[in-house]
């Protein structure tokens, strides 16, 4: 749940770009592995200010998202392998990164579990040091001395870490007392977590502008859902914000926030080792995104499609779709959608990026009163 943490890279190449073996993993946790999948200066450029412009949802999200990846200092150029074909369009490969959290309560356990986050094909495990500690007052387990957790984190910072994760209450203080210290390419994540909702479009941008301010190198928000429909206002703060930032949105509602974060600018997402062993609710399993959702196909111009249904996370549908989609080169995906309120729902995922629905129960009848067109066999069945 809460997110003092330490984080390394794996070592895994993209799977396109395997010509080799590879690499056993190394036996400590805290210890970068080499050859790490991205450049690690692909974000290295601060931005000064985080511009999110306050349009409501939903929005036209691909165009900005576009707009933001073709820009030559926001490619993703961290290697010629990084990019993909498919179909005749040659697209940037899927920047988002998958990150599995490690939460053993030893550190054997934990290098038991980096090793297998590493074979399942994730490209960075987040060390939980709250398994072992952290705060209770963001979500964690930790009840200890303040200052002994602060300097376990810069320890793990002068010991290789790549990533420290902070919450956004002790981040400004942190980030001074290292800022002699920073290795060239070690980021501070600067988190919040808020296990209740998803603010407005207006309280999130000002949370975003808060950890930005406090000298965060990548933000990391993650909200709760009560509705799908909050997605969409986290895809907004993920597609315009200026610095690297993770937007993650928990519950079952909110899963579209963990497979589509490639395509609405997100950072990272969390996939776990094994099901229902999560560090937070709504996670899918490293093996479920790379192979159930090919999350490694998924860029700013894939096209969104969905089975609505309630209960919907047995439905069968993505798994059929997904692979047509991959047998047939076709850039799109084919989600579990969760929904309450149809109408709502379609109501705030009308963009060009979300291309079409399956229906189920309880929702076949709403469906028909939101149709254009009826055929009039279907009205016969409905009547
Ligand atoms: O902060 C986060 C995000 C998270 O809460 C999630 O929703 O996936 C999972 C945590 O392990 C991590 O520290």
Known sequence: MASSSASV??????????????PSPTSAANIRLPAARFKSNLFSTKLSSLQIRSVP??????????????????VYVASGSMETEIGSQKLAKNPSLICAPVMGDSVEEMVIETCKAQELGADLVEIRLDSLKEPKWEGGQYEGDENERLDALRLAM???ADYIDVELQVASEFIKSIKEKKPENFRVIVSSHNYQCTPSVEDLSDLALRIQQSGADIMKIA????????????????SNAQVPTIGLVMGERGLMSRILCSKFGGYLTFGTLESGKVSAPGQ??????????????????TKVYGIIGKPVSHSKSPIVHNQAFKSVDFNGV???????????????????????????????????KCCDEVDPLAKVWFC
Do not use: W
């Open 284 to 301: 899918p399993t490293i093996k479920e995104l790379l192979d159930l959702y090919n999350f490694r196909r998924i860029g700013p111009d």
């Open 223 to 238: 909200t709760t859902a009560v509705d799908i429909t909050d997605v969409a206002r986290m895809f907004h703060i993920t």
């Open 57 to 74: 949802v939903p929005v036209e999200l691909s165009d900005q998202r576009r707009r933001r990846t073709m820009k030559p200092s926001n």
């Open 158 to 160: 002068e010991l290789g």
């Open 334 to 368: 084919y989600v579990h959608l969760l929904v309450d309120d149809l109408a709502s729902f379609l109501k705030t995922y009308s963009s060009a990026d979300f291309a079409g629905f399956s229906c189920t129960i309880p929702h076949k009848e709403a469906a028909l």
């Open 9 to 22: 890279r794996l070592t895994n190449p993209p799977p396109h770009a395997l010509t080799s073996p590879r």
